[in-house]
């Protein structure tokens, strides 16, 4: 673990990608009955993929290495080469997958305005072009929950309802609605949706384990039979196929049945730091729903490099996602303490300037 110069460890709140497994998680997967994956013979994927599934109230589950590459082929799943996606301008499908909707699955992308988590249906509805020549058909939309850089806020089940609605009356088969659910679990545990609830909306969800969850390792796509047959070929083709990674699975079961109810206490602390540092006129703490704290330091003398580069000096890790916006998250590895630190820290510089 990284340290600072006084020997205590750095508090890492850059993101809730950095914890590390649990002894508990350590022993799940030491224990984890394994065979190849790419058979189809672990079991332990195959328990995960099942488990996985029926959480969302759909037929079949894939587990992927990566968040990025399950979404890209999810995305894949519902568009076609020379199709189009329409996605959050500022959604990580678009903007954080390294052009992969482009370079790997021939997918055209056009974005509705970011407004984090508040989108809107009509918006939406307004942009979706039909099929025809020489048009480039929408055959799918995207959405996020919870949104990242909407600063972890929840899109209210109403949204996704009428987004649902659109999407069905769209054309003569439907658009694909596609959930990148990375922190789906964030989401249901604010606001009390059950999962299977989520699971109805969406044609495909990916999620994720290795978020606020603590895994090392690993995302699904959650979708029909039919689509996850499908999925699992595309996946094999671009390098995805694993085989003893039950141990990994393991590590994901471990979560989901340890990591999700107490996501609670990682959105409280991020309303912790919230509440301390509004003062300084960079966040209102009602925004903050999950684990993160979007600071926008437009208003102050400090930019968010400068920000980071001084909070780690003193043994505080925060991320400049943008020159004037920073962002805090809380996970698995930080406690009260830690967060308390943080925010006199944080609170200290901001009002240094
Ligand atoms: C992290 C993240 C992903 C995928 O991430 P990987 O780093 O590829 O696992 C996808 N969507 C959102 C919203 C994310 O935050």
């Known amino acids: 673990m990284a340290e600072q110069r006084s020997g205590r460890p750095m508090i890492d709140l850059r993101s809730d990608t950095v914890t590390r497994p649990t002894p508990g998680m350590r022993e799940a997967m030491a224990s984890a009955e394994v065979g190849d994956d790419v058979f189809g013979d672990d079991p332990t994927v195959v328990e995960l993929e099942a488990h996985v599934a029926a959480m969302f109230g759909h037929e079949a589950a894939l587990f992927f290495p990566s968040g990025t590459m399950a979404n890209q082929v999810a995305l894949q799943l519902c568009v ?113 949706v059950p999962l299977f609830v989520y699971g109805q909306l969406f044609q495909t969800l990916s999620v994720c384990l290795s978020k606020g969850l603590g895994a090392p390792v690993g995302s699904l796509v959650v979708s029909s039979r039919q689509r996850i047959a499908q999925a699992r070929q595309i996946r094999k083709r671009i390098g995805g196929g694993m085989r003893q990674v039950g141990v990994l699975a393991a590590a994901g079961r471990y979560a989901l049945d340890h990591h999700v109810a107490r996501l609670a206490e990682d959105h409280a602390r991020a309303r912790r730091i919230a509440d301390t540092l509004a003062p300084y006129g960079v966040v209102d703490p009602a925004q903050v729903r999950t684990n993160m704290v979007l600071l926008d330091l437009t208003k102050t003398t400090l930019d968010a490099p400068t920000l980071a580069a001084r909070a780690e000096q003193h043994g505080v890790l925060i991320a400049a996602m943008l020159p004037h916006l920073a962002r ?9 303490e830690d967060v308390d630190q943080a925010g006199t820290v944080l609170g200290a510089l901001l009002a240094a300037g």
Request: charge should be negative; hydrophobic fraction near 50%.
């Open 80 to 192: 076609d080469r020379g199709g189009e996606l329409l996605a959050g301008a500022d959604a990580h499908v678009v903007t954080y997958e390294a052009g992969a909707a482009a370079a790997i699955g021939g997918i055209s992308t056009r974005t509705w305005p970011a407004v984090g988590a508040a989108l809107d249906p009509e918006v939406v509805a307004a942009m979706i072009r039909p099929s025809g020549f020489p048009s480039v058909p929408t055959q799918a939309l995207a959405v996020e929950q919870t949104h990242n850089l909407g600063g972890g806020g929840v899109v209210p089940l109403a949204t996704l309802h009428r987004l649902a609605e659109v999407a069905l009356a769209a054309s003569p088969s439907g658009l694909a609605l596609h959930c990148d659910g990375a922190r789906i679990w964030h989401a249901h545990v604010a606001d009390r």
């Open 328 to 336: 805090v998250v809380t996970h698995l590895d930080v406690d009260d």
